[in-house]
T-cell receptor
């Protein structure tokens, strides 16, 4: 069964460093998402991406964040200058719909645990 | 501001009994409603989706939606210890909207 994959599973970085989190969405899906979950808190939407541009972003997704689809398979989240409060699980998700129907589920990857020291 | 509210629990249910999980949402234009299960340190796993008022059954799981009351519920019949997890209610608007999650209800099935 196709699945969303994410690398690395765990990333440790120093405050102020740049990190890139990678995702390979399910191959025939068209919409891609990043979510984060701070330990003990709810899953929060960051950004959605379609047709090589941002479709929607939350207030959390400020100028230190960027997303890119550098090739036909990878979808990346870059955090330019990490802060302690960026420590969280980051989940990538993909959605198959090619139309405007909401009637499809988002499939989540296993997540990357980011630890900022 | 879209909000999804869930009782954080823990909700403790004896093995074999019915577990009932509830969720309310604030955005009346929400169109899609999901229940995800999340084990500690793992990603959300889709359990049920529901899009129209009424009940939807899938195996031991039944999702219920009442858009007038802005209320979604999940019933788990014949609860098993392996059902012990955090259950996340998620709501979505139209198109490619991101999901809005509740904080989740921690469910414990007692053997």
């Amino acid at each position: 069964e196709p699945e969303v994959t994410q690398t690395p599973s765990h990333q440790v970085t120093q405050m102020g460093q740049e990190v890139i989190l990678r995702c390979v969405p399910i191959s025939n899906h068209l919409y891609f998402y990043w979510y984060r979950q701070i330990l003990g808190q709810k899953v929060e939407f960051l950004v959605s991406f379609y047709n090589n541009e941002i479709s929607e972003k939350s207030e959390i997704f400020d100028d230190q964040f960027s997303v890119e689809r550098p090739d036909g398979s990878n979808f990346t989240l870059k955090i330019r200058s990490t802060k302690l409060e960026d420590s969280a699980m980051y989940f990538c998700a993909s959605w198959p719909s090619g139309g405007v129907s909401s009637y499809n589920e988002q499939f989540f990857g296993p997540g990357t645990r980011l630890t900022v020291l | 501001q879209k909000e999804v509210e869930q009782n954080s629990g823990p909700l403790s249910v004896p093995e074999g009994a019915i577990a009932s999980l509830n969720c309310t949402y604030s955005d009346r234009v929400s169109q899609s409603f999901f229940w995800y299960r999340q084990y500690s340190g793992k990603s959300p796993e889709l359990i049920m989706s529901i899009y129209s008022n009424g009940d939807k059954e899938d195996g031991r799981f039944t999702a219920q939606l009442n858009k007038a009351s802005q209320y979604v519920s999940l019933l788990i019949r014949d609860s098993q210890p392996s059902d012990s997890a955090t259950y996340l209610c998620a709501v979505k608007g139209g198109g490619a909207d991101g999901l809005t999650f509740g904080k989740g209800t921690h469910l414990i099935i007692q053997p």
